[in-house]
């Protein structure tokens, strides 16, 4: 089992900035991608960045050159900085940790983005 918590959404206004966190724990030794996603009201959860199994970092077209994915290993946390926001980025964005027989998710954090 991996657990994961979110933190670091909020009310920002376009053109503002925010970092997101998501921390890992239990098995988190068996984690081998993790990234982040997003989901507006009314719509379909969506990729937005991550690491893949191979440790290199994706991207959705629509928030690449603004939204940068880190990782600190000793901590079992990645980070999503999120620059340049937009009103369309508001969403609940979800951390998603893949292991080899599926994956697990955080509980979400709400981003808003004021225009």
């Known amino acids: 089992q991996v657990q994961l918590v979110e933190s670091g959404g909020g009310l920002v206004q376009a053109g503002g900035s925010l970092r997101l966190s998501c921390s890992a724990s239990g098995s988190s030794f068996s984690i081998k991608r993790m990234g982040w996603y997003r989901q507006a009201p009314g719509k379909q959860r969506d990729f937005v960045a991550g690491f893949s199994s191979a440790g290199t970092t994706n991207y959705a077209e629509s928030v690449k050159g603004r939204f940068t994915v880190s990782r600190d290993n000793a901590k079992n946390t990645v980070y999503l900085q999120m620059n340049s926001l937009k009103s369309e980025d508001t969403a609940v964005y979800y951390c998603?940790?893949?292991?080899?027989?599926?994956?697990?998710w955080g509980q979400g954090t709400q981003v808003t983005v004021s225009s």
């Open positions: 998603n940790a893949g292991v080899h027989t599926g994956s697990y």
